[in-house]
């Protein structure tokens, strides 16, 4: 079993800046890949980022490619995602999952077992 917490959400203007971080407690946490997803209103959940294992491979959606950075710390159990240049567009719940199947640079499907339990972003125009 994985436990996901998500902390760092909040209210930004747009152009604004913030650091999502999602930390993960059960198993060994530097054997698995991590996602973050986002779901707005009345929307799907989507695919945000994702970081490989060990960290050295990352993959992002193309509408938050170049503005937000998917990293982890394998040491404190942590995966961050650090959100710059942001859009009312983003406002949204996020997610982090873990242990999903990561094919590098191409895709992350998520593992529905392991969710936390989200936290709130919104961008203010």
């Known amino acids: 079993q994985v436990q996901l917490v998500e902390s760092g959400g909040g209210l930004v203007q747009a152009g604004g800046s913030l650091r999502l971080s999602c930390a993960a407690s059960g198993r060994t946490f530097s054997s698995f890949a991590m996602g973050w997803f986002r779901q707005a209103p009345g929307k799907e959940r989507e695919f945000v980022a994702a970081?490989?294992?060990?960290?050295?491979?990352?993959y992002y959606a193309d509408s938050v490619k170049g503005r937000f950075t998917i990293s982890r710390d394998n040491a404190k159990n942590t995966v961050d995602l650090q959100m710059n240049n942001l859009e009312p567009e983003d406002t949204a719940v996020y997610y982090c999952n873990a242990d999903g199947t990561y094919y590098s640079g191409s895709h992350y499907y998520p593992k529905n077992d392991y969710w936390g339990q989200g936290t709130q972003v919104t961008v203010s125009s």
């Open positions: 970081i490989s294992w060990s960290g050295s491979s990352t």
